[in-house]
């Protein structure tokens, strides 16, 4: 991935995505007016923040890769698997459709989602010019939420699993990832003989890696070109937001991605 600034603002891209008809970013907490212990970009609306201070960070996020806010399409994120097919955007006062995964080929939205530890995937087929952003915690990973995306873009548009580029992008990393017996059993289950790669068991405690989950996932789908951006949210709270780390008391950073001019050229 690529660090890149503007208007006091933090984002990083991925080099996977250089040179292709996107507009994407991934946003640090830097460059916004919320307080502690949201400070400063938080994007998050139910997390304690005041919503004139949601409304202003999203603004500044839209205004810095040049997009109307008016274009955005985002969802009430429920942890699951759910897919949305969106036409239109969302209106700004309208309500939120439950759903984890979003996938268009419509260059007039913007998909974007909000993260504090779990894993922002996003697609791109160049060929059929179609978009994904997938929200992919423990609960959406081990129910497979990354095939899900894969297989809707191939029955919806056509997609073929080999042309989609795939960006798993910061959250908790394999070191900073404590999980209980229950999850390591559900990741056991659903992933079998590939589970030994994903659980790491050290001084009695149990570790989970999200990036080789999903990794594996869009792999078995026929996904060839990924890339896993290896930055635990966990381990850097100057930069980003933590649930885990902050104890809960903590913001949402914003991702986004849209069909159209190359942005950050």
Known sequence: MTLKQAENLEFFQFDLF??????????TRKGGISPAPWHSLNLG????????????????IFDCVGRPVESIFDTWQVHGVHVIFPEAPRPLDGVHEKADII???RPE????????????IMLYDP???????????????VKLAARVAVEAMA?????QPGDILAGIGPSIGPDDYEVGEDVAERFRHAFGEQAGRLIRCENGKMYLNLWEANSIVLRACGVHEIEVAGISTASDTTRWYS????????????????LGEVWGK
Not at 18 to 27: D, E, M, P, R, V
Not at 127 to 141: E, F, S
Not at 243 to 258: D, K
């Open 155 to 159: 029955q919806r548009y056509g997609c």
């Open 243 to 258: 649930h885990r780390a902050e104890n809960g008391a903590t913001g949402r950073y914003g991702a986004l991605i849209a």
């Open 103 to 105: 996938i268009t080929d």
């Open 18 to 27: 250089a040179g292709a008809n996107l507009t994407h970013g991934l946003f």
């Open 45 to 60: 609306g139910t997390t304690g923040d005041r919503r004139e201070n949601v409304i202003e960070n999203r603004r500044r």
């Open 109 to 120: 939205l913007t998909l974007f989602m909000r993260f504090a530890d779990c894993v922002p």
């Open 127 to 141: 060929r059929k010019n179609v978009i994904g952003l997938v929200h992919a915690g423990w609960q959406g990973t």
